[in-house]
């Protein structure tokens, strides 16, 4: 059997036995969407994962957070992870009267 070879540029990196699928943009819109909506209470992540809408990945979930993490968005704690961030009250009023084309 011919063995793979992957390129920078495909979904999964192999460095020292470990796999990392890394998400697409829909997956990461999917997450960012449900903790919008669920901004409440925090989820515990193994609760998030059966909540969410498709099956993701552990691996691929962990990325996700951590991007939203260090983008602001959520905060992790012991009782899970919780949505924190909201638009700039500017921008929600300077899109109000666009046009969207």
């Known amino acids: 059997m011919q063995k793979l070879k992957f390129t920078k540029t495909e979904m999964i990196e192999k460095k020292n036995h470990e796999v990392r699928r890394y998400p697409n943009l829909n997956t990461v819109l999917m997450v960012e969407d449900f903790l919008k909506k669920h901004r409440d209470i925090p989820i515990p992540m193994a609760e998030l994962r059966k909540k969410l809408p498709k099956q ?42 666009t046009l969207e084309v």
């Not at 968005?73 to 949505?83: C, D, F, H, S």
């Open 56 to 97: 993701v990945m552990h691996q691929t979930l962990k990325i996700i957070l951590e991007y939203l993490w260090k983008s602001g968005k959520i905060i992790y704690g012991p009782r899970g992870v919780q949505w924190i961030y909201s638009e700039p009250e500017h921008l929600r009023k300077m899109m109000e009267d």
